[in-house]
Every structure is written in C-alpha cells, then in structure tokens.
C-alpha cells in the first residue's frame, strides 16, 4: 500500500519557522516527483513547491511565487522523505499542507502545479501562523 504521511505542523507566530516532512512508502520514492500543496479554509487548494525525481541540470525546483525565498523543498532519497522549510511565515500561510506523488513526465512548472497530475497523496498537516 502507498502511504504519504505528513509531520511537522503546529501552531507558531508570525516570523517563526517550521520544517514539514513527508514520509513515502510502498512506491519507488527515487522516481517521483514530490510536491507540496496547501488548503487555507474556505479556498482552493494551491501549489506550493515541488522537487524533481532526478538530478537534473535544469531546473530541479519550482515555488508558488508567494512562498519563493521564504520556503525550501528538498529531498532525501535514502529516507524516503521529502521535506519542506518554511522561514519567516505569514499569517496568510495558514493551511493544511498535503504532499503529492507524480511518476513521470515532463518537469514543467504548469504541469506540476496541476493537482491532477498526481498520483497520491497524504492525509495533510495543520499549519497555523499567528500573528
């Protein structure tokens, strides 16, 4: 079974940082793409970030361009774990963040940025920035 588990959320102030992680199993983690995506209350669920599957020497990374400088995806394939630092975090951050799985295909900023593309998902983490 493919599993994408999510920590690292909470409760913290305007300013404070937190480190998400996305723990995979069941798929081979080191073909996927990894992504992060977040859902405030009320709103659609947006792109965030996501990482390629391989090394590459393009472009490995893209960033919603309200988190760009203040989030940083990264990967450790010998975890099967991807993870997400968020510095200096807004109020607007506020959401559940959800990690996603795609196998395959080209790494373009529009076709990552579709939900649709993504072959699983994890149960979300709450983040929620006071100010």
């Known amino acids: 079974q493919v599993q994408l588990v999510e920590s690292g959320g909470g409760l913290v102030q305007a300013g404070d940082s937190l480190r998400l992680s996305c723990a995979v199993s069941?798929?081979?983690?080191?073909?996927?793409?990894m992504a992060w995506f977040r859902q405030a209350p009320g709103k659609e669920r947006e792109f965030v970030s996501v990482?390629?599957?391989?090394?590459?020497?393009?472009?490995?990374?893209y960033y919603a361009d309200s988190v760009k400088g203040r989030f940083t995806i990264s990967r450790d394939n010998t975890k099967n774990t991807v993870y997400l630092q968020m510095n200096s975090l807004k109020p607007e951050d506020t959401a559940v963040y959800y990690c996603a799985a795609d196998r395959g295909g080209p790494f373009l900023r529009g076709r990552m940025e579709r939900m649709s593309e993504y072959d699983y998902w994890g149960q979300g983490t709450q983040v929620t920035v006071s100010s």
């Open positions: 069941g798929l081979t983690f080191s073909s996927y793409a």
């Open positions: 990482v390629a599957a391989f090394s590459r020497s393009g472009i490995n990374t």
